[in-house]
C-alpha cells in the first residue's frame, strides 16, 4: 500500500490544516509509500506532538475516504494505513 506517496497532495493539505489550526515549524520530513518520519519545532510550552500528528491522520484519512477509497479497519480499529 503506498497511500502516502500516491495521495501526496492530499497529505499536504491535511499537514497545512493542522499547522493552521496548531502551529508547528517543520524542520525536516520524509515520505515513504508506507512510513512518515518527521522533525518539528513546536511553539514554546507547547509539546503536544501527539494531537498534530491525530489531526493530520485524521484529515488525511477523511480525505481518502471522501475520494472513494475502501480504507479497512484493522483489529485495533485503526485504518490501516496508520499502523504504528
Not at 497545512?16 to 514554546?44: K, N, Q, S
Request: proline share 6%; no cysteine; glycine share 2%.
Amino acid at each position: 500500500m503506498s497511500l502516502l506517496v500516491d495521495w501526496i497532495d492530499e497529505l499536504r493539505e491535511s499537514v497545512r490544516e493542522t499547522r493552521r489550526e496548531r502551529p508547528f515549524h517543520i524542520d525536516a520530513w520524509v515520505v515513504l509509500p508506507e512510513l512518515l518520519h518527521a522533525l518539528w519545532t513546536l511553539p514554546p510550552g507547547d509539546a503536544d506532538y501527539s494531537d498534530r500528528w491525530k489531526r493530520i491522520k485524521a484529515s488525511f484519512t477523511h480525505r481518502l475516504i471522501v475520494a472513494g477509497l475502501p480504507i479497512a479497519r484493522n483489529a485495533r480499529n485503526e485504518y490501516r494505513w496508520m499502523r504504528r
